[in-house]
């Protein structure tokens, strides 16, 4: 059967949100008179998610289930609902719902006007601090200003893509993963939808600033050589400063000036030096690991149930 659209919701953790999700998914689905299918990617939930999922499955074969081995990450969830979708439009949205599912008919309707790509923009956030909101917006405009795709500000993973792009994307297979960017990277017709970011329906965000940070070094790391110019640039300002100094000094000591004896201003320019040599050595370290995980050719996930039409 041909399917116009899989809905694709990472799941961990979300046993309260679950029957809302479904019941509101299914709801505007129905309502677009199109076929559809919602894959529910359990991402090693320990809630109990996991039961609640295959009883929604089990009542409605629309509902198709991918049930991790562990935890393997949000992003990677992501990957996997790509692998699994048949339909033509796959949407990504969350399960805690602060995605209205309501918006995805708006990037259907964008899709069907010719769009490859339609992403949905955050116009309004409820039920955050004014923190998280700071730090979510410095984090978009540091990425669109730094790595070398232009991603869109104030954008989640939130966003419908055409079937061509999925198949593209489903061959790139970077560990540490970055779908926004991802789907940013690759180009095709893009546009974006500006909605209204719900609070969350039940539940903790499965976002604290930890994760928050590794996605950003994810999306530097991953879209920028820029750390490593900032490395190069602290090198070429240290030299700068140390050519400029020794005429100085040398021209101090001359005329008898005692304001650079002592040890403290060798101390200050070793450490100052030192700091610099390994902080560089930190960014370098980075991207060196992540080359070591490409180069172990492990799979990204690992699937203890999946529906067999793939």
Do not use: C
């Amino acid at each position: 059967m041909k399917i116009t659209y899989s809905v694709i919701a990472p799941i961990y953790n979300e046993i309260e949100n679950l029957p809302e999700l479904y019941r509101r998914v299914k709801q505007v689905m129905d309502s677009s008179g199109e076929t559809w299918e919602l894959i529910l990617v359990d991402d090693g939930s320990t809630d109990g998610s996991t039961e609640k999922i295959r009883e929604i499955a089990q009542a409605d074969k629309q509902v198709r289930p991918v049930i991790f081995a562990r935890n393997f990450g949000h992003q990677v969830a992501i990957t996997a609902g790509w692998d699994y979708a048949r339909g033509e439009a796959v949407i990504i949205i969350d399960a805690d719902l602060q995605d209205p599912p309501e918006t995805m008919l708006e990037l259907a309707k964008k899709w069907k006007e010719g769009y490859e790509v339609v992403y949905a923009v955050r116009a309004e956030r409820e039920g955050e601090t004014w923190f998280k909101k700071f730090t979510a917006a410095m984090f978009y405009r540091l990425i669109y200003s730094i790595t070398d795709v232009k991603i869109p500000v104030d954008t989640g993973d939130f966003r419908l893509m055409d079937r061509k792009v999925v198949n593209v994307l489903k061959q790139m297979k970077e560990r540490h993963r970055f779908p926004r960017g991802m789907s940013a990277w690759v180009g095709f017709k893009q546009i974006g939808v500006e909605y209204k970011r719900a609070a969350r329906v039940a539940g903790v965000t499965k976002y604290p600033f930890k994760k928050m940070l590794k996605l950003a070094l994810n999306a530097i790391t991953g879209f920028s050589y820029f750390p490593l110019q900032v490395a190069t640039y602290f090198g070429f300002f240290s030299a700068g400063i140390s050519i400029l100094a020794i005429p100085i000094v040398a021209y101090m000591r001359m005329t008898g000036s005692h304001f650079f004896e002592g040890q403290t201003t060798t101390l200050i320019s070793v450490l100052f030096l030192g700091g610099v040599q390994l902080i560089s050595l930190g960014i370098l370290g980075e991207y060196i690991g992540r080359l070591y995980d490409e180069a172990k050719g492990r799979p990204l996930y690992i699937v203890r149930d999946a529906p067999e039409d793939q």
